[in-house]
């Protein structure tokens, strides 16, 4: 993006990171977010979001548990997914391993 003189913003990294949880590139994830933050930009909600339902579906629930603390406090208000996927996550079978 930035080649073509274009200077990316959260809304473009959160949709660019959307589309790797869509197709579950967790690691292409990660890396992303690590470049967010070296260019001075943090995740918002829908970031939070997708990665969180990622992590969801990937089994990796306590990830998923840990990632919301961490979206509030950091101060950006739950998207609606988020409440429910934390819901699910807490209501689980796995719920166990959350505590």
Known sequence: ME????????????????????????????????????????????????????????GKLVEAEEAFPEMVEQGIVPIETVPIVHYIISKSKCSEYLE
């Not at 260019?39 to 918002?44: D, M, V």
């Open 3 to 58: 080649l073509k003189g274009y200077t990316p913003d959260v809304v473009s990294y959160s949709t660019v990171i959307n589309g790797y949880c869509r197709f579950g590139e967790l690691e292409k994830v990660w890396k992303l977010i690590e470049v967010m933050k070296k260019k001075g930009l943090k995740p918002n909600s829908y970031t939070y979001g997708s990665i969180i339902l990622l992590l969801c579906r990937s």
